[in-house]
């Protein structure tokens, strides 16, 4: 079965820096990879997508990255801002008509003022 | 409009008493998702339902775990003689087949504790 390492540390950067996470992944290589914010008491919510014939995807201040030969997928927040501070999740796809994603189990990020 | 609704949010029970969860997904959404999410721990798959197919229940960890899915909305999860290892958060998401983001809208949850 695929597994996904998220750093388990909580990441703390000071305001106005760029915010780098990773997600790592054994087996099988997703057709699409996804990135969701979570808060506190809160469900997930989706941030950006990322198919495996992509190198990256940017949106905003969001960018990832998609490295299918070393496994991993970055994600960056730039000039981050404290409420940027929540769990950052990232589901990986199969894809072939498999519509259940694995998640990871998130990293945490908190940007001080 | 509306997203996904889930209800109660916040359900203590006594180890061995049955329990129902509800969602309500987004209207027009053919898919719905249930998971759980254990304290530090990723989202746990338990079942998915997509339109009329048969429901892929492949996640679900025991036999004292079923859901429903009526008139292809709202979904009831129900736990069976519950234990305390079923204290968790669980999570109904909903999305749109053939939306090609695979964008799942989640709800806020609802909170188990088993005591």
């Known amino acids: 079965s695929q597994k996904i390492e998220q750093n388990s540390e909580a990441l703390n950067i000071q305001e106005g820096k760029t915010a780098t996470l990773t997600c790592n992944y054994t087996?099988?290589?997703?057709?699409?990879l996804q990135w969701y914010r979570q808060d506190p008491g809160r469900g997930p919510v989706f941030l950006l997508l990322?198919?495996?014939?992509?190198k990256e995807k940017r949106k905003e201040r969001l960018k990832v990255t998609f490295d299918t030969t070393l496994k991993q997928s970055l994600f960056h927040i730039t000039a981050s801002q404290p409420a940027d501070s929540a769990t950052y999740l990232c589901?990986?796809?199969?894809?072939?008509?498999?519509?259940?994603?694995?998640f990871g189990r998130g990293t945490s990020l908190i940007v001080h003022p | 409009g509306a997203g996904v609704s889930q209800s109660p949010s916040n359900k203590v029970t006594e180890k061995g008493k049955d329990v129902e969860l509800r969602c309500d997904p987004i209207?027009?959404?053919?898919?719905l998702y249930w998971y759980r999410q254990s304290l530090g721990q990723g989202l746990e798959f338990l079942i998915y339902f997509q339109g009329n197919s048969a429901p892929d229940k492949s996640g679900l960890p025991s036999d004292r775990f079923s859901a429903e899915r009526t008139g292809g909305s709202v979904s009831t999860l129900t736990i069976q003689r519950t234990q305390q290892e079923d204290s968790a958060v669980y999570l109904c998401a909903s999305n749109q087949e053939g939306v090609s983001s695979y964008e799942q809208y989640f709800g806020p949850g609802t909170r188990l504790t088993v005591t």
């Open positions: 209207s027009g959404h053919t898919a």
């Open positions: 990322i198919r495996e014939n992509e």
């Open positions: 589901a990986l796809h199969r894809g072939g008509g498999s519509y259940i994603p694995t």
């Open positions: 087996n099988y290589s997703p057709a699409y």
